[in-house]
């Protein structure tokens, strides 16, 4: 396959990618109820933002990557492949590793502030949503993504210099100028 051809997927493949890295961390990935005798019930929901607000942050970088990535000369956007590919691949582990004890850590967290919690009512059962996972597999296509510009960049079109701005002239300094200079009352060394 020709590696030009991967240039509009793979672009696309990374906005999307950040963009649904984004959209399922404001999703709710865990809730609980809190009951006690005589007070209102209180339900207690953690989206995935609160619970791995860094991986939200590095959703938004991702998303800006694939942006920067059509702007790019062949060798920043080597160089933005193999970032895309770290960030993308850290967070993998950490939303895959670590995001059932963010998430219980997060909960438990809002029971404690519930106005409901009386200190020995402590819920048992939590409902975990599998918005985690669409997270991971938004974190996987944009590692794959990452990969494919560090790989094949180098081959793909550039911006044109057209859209450039272009380069002043520089000017040619007669001999007679410095002489003028001094007829006119200036200095010709400012």
Do not use: H
């Amino acid at each position: 396959m020709n590696p030009r051809r991967l240039y509009a997927p793979v672009v696309l493949g990374l906005v999307v990618a950040g963009g649904g890295v984004f959209a399922s961390l404001t999703r709710t990935w865990g809730e609980t109820v809190v009951r006690a005798e005589g007070l209102p019930e209180d339900q207690i929901a953690v989206a995935g933002s609160e619970a791995m607000p860094v991986v939200s942050a590095l959703g938004i970088v991702l998303l800006a990557s694939g942006l920067a990535v059509l702007a790019g000369s062949r060798r920043v956007r080597q160089v933005l492949g193999v970032l895309v590919a770290l960030v993308a691949a850290g967070c993998l582990v950490w939303v895959v590793a670590g995001s059932g004890n963010a998430v219980s850590s997060a909960l438990t967290s809002g029971v404690r502030e519930s106005a409901s919690f009386t200190g020995d009512n402590a819920p048992d059962d939590i409902a975990v949503s599998p918005w985690r996972w669409a997270t991971a597999a938004a974190l996987a296509l944009a590692l794959a993504c990452g990969l494919a510009i560090a790989r094949f960049a180098g081959s793909w079109p550039t911006m044109s210099s057209r859209y450039e701005s272009p380069a002043g002239r520089a000017t040619t300094e007669d001999e007679t100028d410095m002489w003028k200079a001094f007829d006119d009352g200036r200095d010709p060394t400012e």
